[in-house]
């Protein structure tokens, strides 16, 4: 399978359900300049916790409304139309225009809080393991539990 301009071949053949993943890569790939603003960090601080800041000056804590749905973390901002006839921009640099930033999640990637200071917006993660999913070592028995025949053929 080639996604973009890489060829993912040398991984398909050695795997299985990784379809979707590959699908989601290729579609990151498709429009790699999108989502672009705001300006955005992913820090990791340890093994399973991350910070995402994303820079969000002229914005307040009211105009930013954050989401989880299926894995994927949503971040938009609505900023409110003002005009005030009383200002004169001669340049007009600092962005505030709404947006929606989104950052696709692992399963086992669980949203714990967002703080928003001195323009900065940090939303906290944390990569939670399931105990079913952690590594763990398979004893190997005289006969399985389960029977069926036409895989068990050899």
């Known amino acids: 399978m080639e996604v973009g301009r890489l060829n993912f071949a040398p991984i398909t053949y050695r795997t299985v359900g990784f379809d979707q993943v590959l699908n989601e890569i290729d579609s990151l790939f498709k429009n790699p300049s999108a989502d672009k603003y705001p300006p955005h960090n992913i820090i990791r601080l340890n093994e399973s916790q991350y910070i995402v800041e994303l820079a969000i000056a002229g914005f ?63 939303v906290g993660l944390e990569n939670v393991v399931p105990e079913e999913q952690k590594p763990r070592k398979v004893e190997i028995v005289e006969k399985l539990s389960f029977s069926q025949p036409e895989l068990l053929k050899g």
């Open 60 to 122: 307040k804590k009211e105009d930013v409304e954050i989401t989880v749905e299926k894995s994927v973390l949503v971040i938009k901002g609505f900023v409110p139309v003002t005009t005030d006839s009383t200002v004169e921009y001669i340049y007009k640099g600092i962005g505030t225009r709404a947006f929606t930033k989104t950052i696709k999640l692992a399963d086992t990637v669980v949203v714990r809080g967002a703080e928003f200071k001195d323009g900065i917006l940090r």
